[in-house]
Each structure stands twice: as C-alpha cells, then as structure tokens.
C-alpha cells in the first residue's frame, strides 16, 4: 500500500509541476517547491539540448569536415550563449526579486527593458558574424575544405543570434515569475520545428534543395524563431501577471543600467567559461578532423547531459530571488542546499552510465572507428566528474539569483583562465597524453571552481546582496 502511495503521489505532484498553474513559492513546504519548479525547468533544458542533438545527428551523416563544422561553429557561438545566459540571469534576478515582493508591474517592466537590451546586443554580433565568417573560421584552424564549403552555416548562425538572445531572456522572465511550464513549452515547440526540418532543409525534399550543414543552420533558425514569436504573443496577451499590456514601451535607462550591471558579472562569467572552450576546441583541432569530431560529438552528449541539472539550478535561482524578495533569506539558503543534493544524486546517476558506456552513445552519431575512439576517451573523463559539476552549478545559479555576479565572475577567472587553459596546453603539447590532456584539465578546473564556489557560498555575505 504504502509503495502503491508513493507512486501516485509522485505522479500527482509531476502533474501539477506540469498544469501551468501561477504559485507563490516564497511559503509552504521547500522540498515540494524545488519539485514544481524543477520538473518543468527539467524538462525545458532537456529540450534545449535536443537543438543540439538533432543537428548534430543529422550533420553525423555528411562526414567529419561537416561534423568539425558545427563543432567549431558552435565553439564560437557560446559567445552569443554566454551573452544569452548572463542576460537571463539578470532578468531572472530582477523578475524574481520584483515577483517576490509582488510588484508585478515593475517586474513587467524589468522584462521589457531586458528585451530591448537584447536586441540592442545581437546587433554587434550579427552583421561581423555574417561578413567574416570564412575569416574566423581560419582563425580557428579549420581545414581549406571547411572554410570553402561549409561557412554558410557559421554566417546564418551568427546571423541569427537575436533569436537565441530573446528566446533565452523570455523564457528567464517565465520562470522567475514562477510559470516555468511556459518556458518548457516555447523549447517543445522550437525543437518540433527543429527535427521535422533538419532533414528536409540538410537533405532535401521534393522541391526543396538539399542544403548541406547550411540546411541546419536553417532549421534551427526556424524553429527559434517561431518559439519567439509564440513567447511574444504570451507577454501580450497571457493571463498571467506579468505582461506588457499597459507597460511603459520607452526606454528606461535606470532598468536598463540595473540590467547591465547585473548582467556584467554573469555575461563575464560565461564568456570567461566558454571563451575556454573556444581555446580548448583549437588545441583539440591540432590534431585532426577526426579527433575533432569526435569531441565535439562527446561535447553535445555532454552539454545534453548537464541541462537537466542546468534546469534545477535555475528552479534554485528561481527560489532564491524570490524568497530574498519576500524578505526570508535562511528559505533561500535551504532551497539551494536541497537543489544542490538533488543535482548530486541526479548527475552520479548519469556520471556512472557514461563513464562505463562512452562508445555507446559515440556510435550512435558516427560509425568512424577514428572518430568514436576520440570521442570515447573524452566523454569517459569529462563526465567523471558530474556529481562536482552538478553542485556547482547549482550553488552559481543561487548566487548569480541572489544578484551576486561578481563572485563566481572571479572564480570562474582562476578556474578557467589561470588554470585550466594553460594546464590543457602544458598537458597536450608538452606531455606525451596528447589531446587526452584538454580532457583531464577540463575535470580538474571544474572542480576547482565548485569548492570555491562553496567556500563563498558557505559564508552567505550573499544574502546581504539588494536587487
């Protein structure tokens, strides 16, 4: 009876994380709050990576120079994610803060100001994006054949980063209101879009020409862009509390100067992390397409297995914001620490599936021994380590939710900088383990950067911190 109960009361509970309901999480029970909140954001950063999945499963089948394409393209592109991530961290920060204290028109407002700061930003990147595409894919070592054939995909994808700068920001102010199944959503119907029309725009269909790699970069595109204007339509014409009907459409500077603010410590962060990996990427690219490819495909699996987690880091986020708004920061703290158990148990789970299977999952995007060798031996060392990661990640989030950006901004300057890039050089060019060093370098400073993200984090000067 009592395992019978168990079961449908889970099943209830995943029920209602799923109706879309408005809920207050500032009161009530903290363990039932981190479930709601974290379900749908599971659910919605799983969808998320499918984006990534998708194309790379079907890029897989043009060969190794289009699979190092997407590899280096999206190397380069993390820049736009890093932007995309520190924006919504921001948002949310702000969303949160305002929804807990419920001041829904300012948080409204906020909102806005976020989105005309968004599409101010995807300008720089765009048009240098478009016109020098086959310049920087030099720059990053890639083969003539790249660069002659494939740079059309970079164009479009940096082209096109407004959507991925919007549809990040948008879905930040869903959650931090307390509505992630809105958020889950836009993702579900983005990548629908996505995998009906990878295979047409990248092999062709009836009339449609087959496109190549360029066909992907298409479909993407597509499916992002309409999950945009599905998000639009819901700010404008949704029921729930925070909407821009009624708001204030000019720009204002002091929210907007509050977002930049906030957003430079977290859009520093990620660039300083995913500037690293654009640097891994070229030591890895030394050594061949093959072995290029197979990183990158490990990568994917990789980023497919943190987003779950990177979902309940955000539920964490979420929670700390909005209770801090409400004026009860011990309901913070306790809120991380529950999401940070949860995300250790969730990514051991995972951590222990990839380490003994990592040419399962390889072969199931190449059938190239060279590349699945390469891309094995990497997933089997970076995800050694995803219990550590899934803290971090977590204890971040909080920090980054409660507005306090400039503290992992630092650690993430000494864990990636000063110590991972120049161990991954020293180990791959000055030892004999070759681009296994990049791997190992990889564990270590993610570890590093989760104890000293909890030694702060620990000390709770982050509680202090006004929005």
């Known amino acids: 009876m009592t395992r019978h109960y168990t079961l449908k009361t889970i099943l209830n509970e995943i029920k209602a994380a799923l109706n879309g309901e408005e809920r207050d999480y500032t009161s009530g029970s903290i363990k039932r709050a981190v479930f709601l909140l974290s379900v749908p954001m599971v659910l919605e950063m799983l969808m998320e990576s499918v984006f990534a999945v998708a194309d790379i499963f079907f890029v897989s089948k043009l060969g190794a120079d289009a699979i190092a394409t997407v590899g280096i393209t999206e190397s380069l592109v993390t820049i736009i994610y890093a932007l995309a991530a520190g924006m919504s961290v921001a948002t949310a920060a702000i969303v949160s803060r305002r929804t807990g204290e419920k001041n829904f028109n300012e948080a409204a407002n906020s909102a806005y100001q976020a989105v005309i700061t968004g599409i101010c930003i995807s300008m720089v990147f765009a048009i240098p994006g478009i016109v020098f595409a086959k310049d920087i894919l030099k720059a990053m070592n890639a083969s003539p054949a790249i660069v002659d054939h494939f740079s059309g995909y970079t164009s479009i994808m940096f082209g096109s980063n407004v959507v991925i700068l919007l549809l990040f920001i948008n879905n930040a102010v869903f959650r931090s209101a307390g509505k992630p199944v809105i958020a889950m959503r836009v993702l579900w119907f983005a990548n629908f879009v996505n995998i009906v029309l990878d295979p047409i725009f990248i092999f062709g269909l009836g009339p449609i020409p087959a496109m190549g790699v360029k066909g992907a970069a298409i479909a993407t595109t597509t499916g992002r862009g309409l999950a945009v204007l599905y998000q639009f339509y819901i700010l404008l014409y949704g029921k729930g509390k925070i909407n821009f009907r009624g708001i204030d459409l000019k720009p204002r500077m002091q929210i907007i100067g509050r977002i930049f603010r906030l957003s430079t410590g977290t859009v520093s962060q990620n660039i300083i992390a995913t500037s690293s990996w654009i640097i891994l990427m070229r030591i890895v690219a030394r050594y061949g397409s093959e072995v290029l490819a197979g990183y990158t495909i490990a990568l994917r699996i990789i980023f497919f297995a943190l987003l779950p987690a990177l979902g309940i880091a955000n539920a964490a986020s979420t929670l700390v914001g909005q209770n801090l708004g409400a004026g009860h920061p011990d309901r913070a703290s306790k809120s991380a620490w529950i999401a940070g158990k949860v995300n250790m148990w969730l990514m051991g789970i995972i951590s222990v599936i990839l380490v003994f299977m ?95 993200i909890l030694y702060f984090f620990k000390k709770g000067r982050w509680k202090l911190k006004k929005v």
């Open 358 to 452: 990592p040419k399962s999952f390889i072969s199931f995007f190449s059938g190239e021994v060279d590349i699945i060798l390469a891309g094995a031996t990497s997933l089997k060392i970076i995800s050694a380590g995803f219990i550590v990661y899934g803290l971090g990640m977590v204890l971040v989030n909080a920090l980054n939710g409660a507005g306090d950006t400039q503290t992992p901004f630092r650690i993430n300057i000494l864990s990636f900088w000063i110590v991972e890039i120049p161990l991954a050089w020293l180990l791959a060019t000055q030892t004999n383990m070759g681009q296994q060093g990049v791997f190992w370098a990889i564990l270590f400073a993610e570890t590093l950067m989760t104890l000293s």
